[in-house]
């Protein structure tokens, strides 16, 4: 009933820049939180960013100052501006969104995009 489709990822040198979207679709009531999460091989899921329906952004303190998070609530989607890129940012990236649903349960819940690849490599 619900999808995020994550775009934008690739492969770019050390210190350039990428930009993560996140569209989210389906029978969609309201999306409150947005975030982004990455994966890097062999180690766990972790927060990069998060975005409240009110626009208020929370940042780890490994991308502080060089990723923005954005939000278009018109079009369901967020944006991951990342700048100043290090290989150790090298990971797949992940949008997550709390929605409800739009039937008569108003049913919330955690949705998950299929990921994006960043690979920052010279």
């Known amino acids: 009933q619900v999808q995020l489709v994550e775009s934008g990822g690739g492969l770019v040198q050390p210190g350039g820049s990428l930009r993560l979207s996140c569209a989210a679709s389906?029978?969609?009531?309201?999306?409150?939180?947005m975030g982004w999460y990455r994966q890097a091989p062999g180690q766990q899921r972790e927060l990069v960013a998060t975005?409240?329906?009110?626009?208020?952004?929370n940042y780890a303190d490994s991308v502080k100052d060089r990723f923005t998070m954005s939000r278009d609530n018109a079009r369901n989607t967020v944006y991951l501006q990342m700048n100043s890129l290090k290989p150790e940012d090298t990971a797949v990236y992940y949008c997550?969104?709390?929605?409800?649903?739009?039937?008569?349960?108003?049913?919330?819940?955690?949705?998950w995009g299929q990921g994006t690849q960043v690979t920052v490599s010279s």
């Open positions: 997550n969104a709390y929605i409800t649903i739009a039937t008569m349960s108003k049913a919330s819940s955690y949705y």
């Open positions: 389906g029978n969609i009531f309201f999306i409150y939180d």
């Open positions: 975005i409240t329906s009110g626009g208020i952004t």
